[in-house]
């Protein structure tokens, strides 16, 4: 192309992997999904089959959480 | 003598509960990322070796804040 | 003098803005509001379509070695994409969807520039239907190659993470949720956010100014301060229309490359 210079060497199979631009959306996408999928199940648990107000989503919640920040430590953790 | 109503605050507490929540995590992420920025610019090769950290960090600091949001909703009702 | 413009500035305008501005009148039948699809935002649709596909067109019309100055910004726009986006991002293999990846960028690029261009100035991405369409198309390209590429071991690629095997009942929902249903959805609110939003506060900004004058007509420096805050929105929009089809651009490219890539 025309006053483009050459498009820079893609990197080789043994090069360091890029730069993680992506790193905090895929971040705050595993923290949020995680407890939104915790805490809806945990509220699917406490109106169908617990009858409690509010526990079970809370519960589900923290383990949403915590599952989150485990992710996140194992995919773009050292 | 029956006691009187004088004043009356109406509201949420959740809402208070939350905006205090959000003070912690706030200043912490803020420290986190403070670190990255400081220590790349010291020394631009460590930002690679560093970026885990980053995130890491910023989960665990994160994960306290968004807590509060969902305990705001779990709580608003009675258990 | 002032106090005729001050009478003609302080016309009677409907002050705050709503979601209901965003509902514009149709234009062929002037001013109708049920049951009318050509409106303004119609309109704006297919000149964005039009003017882009008759720009390429004419600049690729007799290609030259030294280019002309048409050919040059034609060539230009499609290498940033192309160098900066797609090889930057996938590799080698990007260049099979520059071409995707350059028409993504500049109709989103076209189609929120509408919302700074005077007499248009409301751009359709601020209609989330249209961010809607162009995020589920680049849902369905990458997940449609992660199959392609890997088969039925997508699922596991994609949806497994490295962790011990007790734990991954907990883990695969997360993941599950977080690629392939908070993906698109955050492409398509991220673009129609931005889009909405803009436009909201140069409305806000606009109508505040006459709806101050309507009320007392010596707010009439504060109105002159808003009308001052509008312009330096719209410079700010213009950094925002970029970068978010820029971003836009840039995530289907990295979502493309995590389908590629090879298993951990």
């Given at each position: 192309m025309?006053?483009?210079?050459?498009?820079?060497?893609p990197?080789?199979?043994?090069?360091?992997?890029?730069i993680?631009?992506?790193?905090?959306?895929?971040?705050?996408?595993?923290?949020?999904?995680?407890?939104?999928?915790?805490?809806?199940?945990?509220?699917?648990?406490?109106?169908?089959?617990?009858?409690?107000?509010?526990?079970?989503m809370?519960?589900?919640?923290v383990?949403?959480g915590?599952?989150?920040?485990?992710l996140?430590?194992?995919?773009?953790?050292? | 003598?029956?006691?009187?109503?004088?004043?009356e605050?109406?509201?949420?507490?959740?809402?208070?509960?939350?905006?205090?929540?959000?003070i912690g995590?706030?200043?912490g992420?803020?420290?986190?990322?403070?670190?990255?920025?400081?220590?790349?610019?010291?020394?631009?090769?460590?930002?690679?070796?560093?970026?885990?950290?980053?995130?890491?960090?910023?989960?665990?600091v994160?994960?306290?804040?968004?807590?509060?949001i969902?305990?705001?909703?779990?709580?608003?009702?009675?258990l | 003098?002032?106090g005729?413009?001050?009478?003609?500035?302080?016309?009677?305008?409907?002050?705050?803005?709503s979601?209901?501005?965003?509902?514009?009148p149709?234009?062929?039948p002037?001013?109708g509001?049920?049951?009318?699809?050509?409106?303004?935002?119609?309109?704006?649709?297919?000149?964005?379509?039009?003017?882009?596909?008759?720009?390429?067109?004419?600049?690729y019309?007799?290609?030259?070695?030294?280019?002309?100055?048409?050919?040059?910004?034609?060539e230009?726009?499609?290498?940033?994409?192309?160098?900066n986006?797609?090889?930057?991002?996938?590799?080698?293999?990007?260049?099979r969807f520059?071409?995707?990846?350059?028409?993504?960028?500049?109709?989103?690029?076209?189609?929120?520039?509408?919302?700074?261009?005077?007499?248009?100035?409301?751009?359709p991405?601020?209609?989330?239907?249209?961010?809607?369409?162009?995020?589920?198309?680049?849902?369905v390209?990458?997940?449609?190659?992660?199959f392609?590429?890997?088969?039925?071991?997508?699922?596991?690629?994609a949806?497994?993470?490295?962790?011990?095997?007790?734990?991954?009942?907990?883990?695969?929902?997360?993941?599950?949720?977080?690629?392939?249903?908070v993906?698109?959805?955050?492409?398509a609110?991220?673009?129609?956010?931005?889009?909405?939003?803009?436009?909201?506060?140069?409305?806000?900004?606009?109508?505040?100014?006459?709806?101050?004058?309507?009320?007392?007509?010596?707010?009439?420096?504060?109105?002159?301060?808003?009308?001052?805050?509008?312009i330096?929105?719209?410079?700010?929009?213009?950094?925002?229309?970029?970068?978010?089809?820029?971003?836009?651009?840039?995530?289907?490219?990295?979502?493309?490359?995590?389908?590629?890539?090879?298993?951990?």
């Amino acid at each position: 192309m025309a006053g483009q210079q050459p498009p820079s060497e893609p990197p080789k199979d043994d090069a360091p992997p890029p730069i993680n631009s992506s790193g905090g959306w895929t971040a705050i996408s595993y923290l949020i999904g995680g407890m939104l999928v915790w805490g809806g199940i945990g509220w699917l648990v406490d109106h169908y089959l617990l009858g409690t107000k509010g526990i079970a989503m809370g519960i589900g919640a923290v383990i949403g959480g915590a599952a989150g920040v485990y992710l996140i430590a194992r995919r773009l953790g050292a | 003598m029956p006691s009187t109503l004088l004043a009356e605050v109406v509201g949420s507490t959740a809402a208070i509960g939350y905006g205090l929540a959000a003070i912690g995590p706030g200043i912490g992420v803020g420290l986190v990322f403070a670190a990255y920025i400081q220590s790349t610019a010291r020394q631009p090769e460590a930002a690679r070796i560093t970026q885990p950290f980053l995130w890491i960090g910023f989960a665990v600091v994160e994960v306290l804040a968004l807590l509060a949001i969902a305990f705001g909703f779990i709580w608003a009702g009675e258990l | 003098m002032t106090g005729q413009t001050l009478t003609v500035l302080a016309a009677d305008v409907p002050f705050p803005p709503s979601v209901e501005d965003f509902y514009l009148p149709s234009i062929v039948p002037w001013g109708g509001h049920a049951d009318t699809w050509f409106t303004k935002i119609t309109l704006m649709l297919w000149l964005s379509v039009a003017i882009l596909i008759i720009f390429f067109m004419v600049a690729y019309r007799k290609p030259q070695l030294v280019p002309s100055k048409k050919q040059w910004l034609a060539e230009s726009i499609y290498g940033f994409v192309r160098n900066n986006i797609a090889v930057d991002m996938i590799g080698k293999e990007g260049v099979r969807f520059a071409p995707y990846l350059a028409t993504l960028f500049c109709f989103i690029f076209m189609m929120n520039l509408w919302g700074i261009i005077p007499f248009f100035q409301i751009s359709p991405n601020s209609h989330i239907a249209f961010p809607i369409i162009l995020a589920l198309i680049s849902w369905v390209l990458f997940i449609y190659l992660g199959f392609k590429k890997h088969g039925v071991g997508y699922l596991k690629i994609a949806l497994v993470p490295p962790a011990p095997w007790f734990i991954l009942p907990i883990l695969v929902p997360i993941e599950f949720f977080s690629n392939f249903i908070v993906r698109p959805f955050s492409l398509a609110v991220r673009l129609f956010a931005n889009m909405f939003a803009g436009h909201m506060l140069l409305l806000v900004f606009t109508l505040g100014g006459f709806a101050m004058i309507n009320s007392n007509a010596l707010l009439a420096p504060v109105s002159v301060l808003s009308w001052l805050m509008t312009i330096a929105l719209t410079f700010l929009d213009f950094a925002i229309i970029a970068l978010q089809a820029y971003v836009f651009t840039v995530l289907t490219a990295s979502y493309i490359q995590g389908s590629l890539a090879e298993g951990h």
